[in-house]
């Protein structure tokens, strides 16, 4: 058990902080070593035939680059270096500048702009309502938009990786987003930031410390609060394990027990090929934890993406419920893979070798300023005991990159201590929106900070869903969850244009 | 008259931004050449004898050194760089992190901390009402805060004066801020930051970047609207000539035709020799610009620090006033600069060639970030025209520097235009003071913006008048003034302790 919850401990700081994505790769990997990656191909997690709207189409996408600063806290002649920024406009229903409409921007996180722009619907869904201006704009070093060559070469350039943080990325939006507003002479266009996951934190610090820009923001699924000990470790683990235990006390119970049997059957002096067979591995395992992080990021993937129509907590539980009587645990476990990843004639433990940009780029992100500190006790989640240990965490950090972490950074910088206590009579228009089935939920804000920083959640959603484009198929709680997120922002936008009339009012008078 | 005005031109946007010192430097120089300084040493502006409570003594006041970070957003190895910070500490009234008491912490602004400690009596004066805990911080690259040796061995590495800049000093302060609160153990204690001129756009951005750390912030003589074309460029310039106008018609006008007097003798063949003559200069003029230069320096500082109870406008146009019927208008001025700077042997027109700290650092962030344009046009002030010209100002920064100034980049950080319409809907807890008196005050925020954003300010007063000590002889307007400021203050502390009353009655419950 000791030895499986060791080696579980090692990607758990790291879990994958993305919105949907039709590739969703889950970053188990060492932090300390090359990655070692179990990524999940979930195609068929959405359904393109179910889309709600045609709103979003890619030919009236059109791609722009912006000129950016590499550093911009720095007056150094080098760090005048530019780079390009890669952004994308649809102004297909842009109403122009005088017909009081919004700006809508989404705000790129921890991979390539493309994906998303398929993925994150709530923006061309609402636009038509709104005449809205719709702008994406990728998060430097991911995609398009890495400042030296490749994202490879960046990264290994210890001076140019050192700009990859999210006071430089929010200080690229304010200047792209300003940019955008000259280009369509809309000045007074207000605008709504939108982002998820990570890419929600930066809309909710965006709001914070650009307010002259972004008029409000939507920041669906942000865990703002898993920083310092705001949010007890195992707040992520404690929701993966409500989220199997509420579908099924049977397939909870397997799922807990199924560790130590690993462990057991490995230790025997042919387990690893008994493993191997039993599980239908690619290619034979080469040590238990191999098939224990696979196992792992599947249950946590499952429950961060338990979106409708599959839920797929409710598909794996229902092939290890389902299983005929007499299967014992490890076979139960393996009729869970074959119902949630479906009939394959060998499962791929260690696919995806190569790591994709987000597992670099997060990775490195984690380990200079995005410290969350995730893990569990012995017996208080689904998993073996796995703590986690900050300087451990540290050492490895620094053997990799070279640079010490900075924890406390991030709560320096945009708070989130007693942030009930600070925020009810500071800042206003951020809509904190979460999924409770959602792990990430566990440190999002969940209460009403104020009159307009708010909380809109929803008992069964998942991660980001209510940002993803609409469907036939959504669940009347998923529909009423968009249509208040959108009452609110039209709330903003109207008030603001009310109170833009009197300023112009009174300034010319 | 053009030439003397294109002359008066270059240092004008360099104008000082000091609240009160024993050694006011004027900083009038020429931005693209070596520094030249015309400083006006005015130890008699405020009378010890005069203070009203004897609250600041040195002795009470303890230096510390904090391990700063040179560079706060980047995480390249190079930039873990430390240096040390002074921080400064009176704790003689501290009440305790139990007793409801604050900590009022001062911003140091573009000087050594050490002048200012005598000075800004706000704090002191104030700390035995609210048991306050008091924090002096000293602005990177000044004093003893330079990150590289001295601070002329600092400014001239052109990677570490990169790092001098507004946006790295906030996150200095927040450092310190919690540094200090963690070693008074006064994690929930009320922080109120306090600034003047520099320092107090510094406090007012300081409460919007950093609300979870200040609660609230007192920003004396904050010209934060002087970014841009928010301020037109001659406010400056039109608050000095009505100061004059209001004080005396024929002062005013006296001065207004000193200039092309200036010209007209000097352009006689030993015009230069008259003039020296004339003036009492202490070295033969080798232009008319050293007169200009000094004479405009002498109006401007006179009209920025018009304190109570010397009132200096009124003592230097008295000498213009009083002189001999007969006396023609460069004799007048003489006399003037005699009543202002009393009877002297000679004026040394060119003292102090040695550029003080403040020259030095404040023209590098002038040519960097803080780019105020300030001009006139021909007839709309009391000097020749001047305007503020945007390219060749870049160019005299490039050559200089090396690199060019952001011109925008305070506007796009922390905001300012159209500052009613942003933030009567965002943030709180600023106190934006100002002496209509005071030239800077052309670009501060004379209205209030919300219930809690508010301009408080005075006819009479001058530059940062209301957070230097008190004194006797002070007048019923100023104490006033104080007095509503500490209300309001008063008010802030009061809510915050009662939000944090049930903060934690519903964070036990």
Redesign the interface.
């Known amino acids: 058990m000791d030895r499986l919850g060791s080696l579980l401990s090692l990607w758990l700081p790291l879990l994958l902080l993305l919105c949907f994505s039709t590739s969703i790769s889950s970053a188990v990997y060492h932090p300390h070593k090359i990655p070692r990656l179990s990524p999940i191909r979930r195609t068929n997690l959405r359904d393109p035939d179910d889309t709600l709207t045609k709103a979003s189409r890619s030919e009236d996408f059109k791609s722009y680059f912006y000129e950016q600063t590499l ?10 270096t530019k780079f390009n920024q890669s952004y994308v406009i649809n102004s297909k229903f842009w109403g122009g500048a005088k017909s009081n409409s919004p700006i809508f921007a989404y705000l790129g996180a921890e991979a390539p702009l493309a994906g998303d722009i398929e993925t994150i619907g709530f923006l061309p869904d609402n636009a038509p309502r709104f005449k809205a201006l719709l702008v994406y704009i990728e998060h430097r070093f991911y995609g398009n938009s890495v400042p030296h060559g490749s994202m490879e070469k960046a990264m290994k350039n ?2 140019i ?5 999210s ?2 990325a929010l ?1 690229d939006y ?2 792209v987003l ?1 940019h955008v507003k000259h280009k369509f002479s809309a000045k007074n266009a207000p605008i709504i930031v939108v982002g998820g996951s990570y890419g929600g934190m930066l809309a909710s610090w965006f709001r ?6 972004a008029l409000g923001a939507l920041a669906s699924s942000a865990p703002v609060l898993y920083f310092d000990d705001i949010t007890p470790q195992n707040g992520y683990d404690s929701i993966v394990t409500k989220d199997f235990k509420e579908e099924s006390e049977h397939c909870y119970e397997t799922i807990r027990k199924s560790w130590s049997e690993i462990d057991e059957v490995a230790s025997k002096s042919n387990g690893l090929s008994i493993l191997s067979k039993r599980f239908k591995t690619c290619a034979p395992l080469s040590s238990p934890s191999e098939l224990a992080d696979y196992l792992a990021s599947m249950f946590t993937t499952a429950a961060q993406y338990n979106a409708p129509p599959m839920y797929p907590v409710a598909e794996l539980c229902s092939g290890i419920d389902k299983a005929p009587e007499g299967t014992d645990i490890l076979g139960r476990i393996f009729a869970g893979v074959v119902s949630f990843r479906k009939d394959e004639s060998c499962y791929d433990v260690l696919e995806n070798t190569i790591p994709s940009e987000t597992d670099i780029g997060w990775q490195w992100q984690t380990c ?2 995005m410290v969350m500190p995730m893990g569990h006790g012995s017996n208080d989640t689904i998993f073996p005991s796995s703590p986690f240990n900050l300087p451990d965490f540290i050492k490895g950090c620094k053997s990799s ?4 972490p ?1 924890p406390h ?1 991030i ?8 942030i ?10 951020i809509i904190f929106s979460n999924g409770l089935k959602d792990p990430y939920s566990s440190a999002g804000v969940r209460e009403n900070l104020s009159d ?1 920083l708010l909380a809109v959640y929803t008992a069964k959603g998942s991660h980001c869903l209510d940002i993803l484009a609409a469907q036939k198929s959504d669940p009347s709680w998923l529909v009423a969850q968009r249509k208040l997120e959108v009452e609110i922002i039209d709330g903003w936008i109207k ?1 603001y244009y009310a ?2 009339e009197i ?1 112009f009012f009174k300034n010319k008078n």
């Open positions: 550093d911009h806290f720095n007056y150094n002649p080098k760090s005048y210890k001076a990786r050192g700009y990859f943080n006071a430089q200080a304010a200047e300003m914070l410390k650009y307010p002259h820009i200079s300023e990159y070279g640079v010490s900075r950074w709560t320096t910088y945009y708070g989130g201590h007693d009930k206590l600070i925020f009810q009579r500071f800042g206003s228009n307009s008030q109170d833009l300023f």
